[in-house]
């Protein structure tokens, strides 16, 4: 007698329910409101980078006008990433 899984036939399997496709985009997407939608629209907008700003305090550091510490900006760097020795 052979027994199934020795055997190179495979019976199909029929209590297997099908597959449907996924529901449309459409049909999926939340509920959104005017309000989000015009907030979204209006960061869309903005740019990655405010440009001037970053000039500004480029210009500010050139100048000494605004105080730079590297021991603090570590400790800070060393806190928010945590101490790895």
């Known amino acids: 007698m ?3 899984a020795a055997t190179s036939e495979v019976a199909p399997v029929s209590n297997v329910p099908a597959v449907t496709p996924a529901a449309s ?3 999926q997407a939340p509920l959104q409101s005017a309000g989000l ?3 979204k629209a209006a960061l869309q907008s903005l740019p990655e980078i405010d440009q ?3 000039d ?3 210009e500010a550091l050139a100048k ?3 105080p730079f510490d590297a021991g603090k ?3 800070l760097i060393d806190r928010y990433h945590g101490s790895r020795s």
């Open 25 to 27: 985009a459409a049909e």
């Open 64 to 66: 000494g006008e605004l």
């Open 56 to 58: 500004a305090l480029r």
């Open 2 to 4: 052979t027994s199934a």
């Open 52 to 54: 001037a700003k970053v």
């Open 37 to 39: 939608l015009q907030a």
């Open 73 to 75: 900006l570590a400790g």
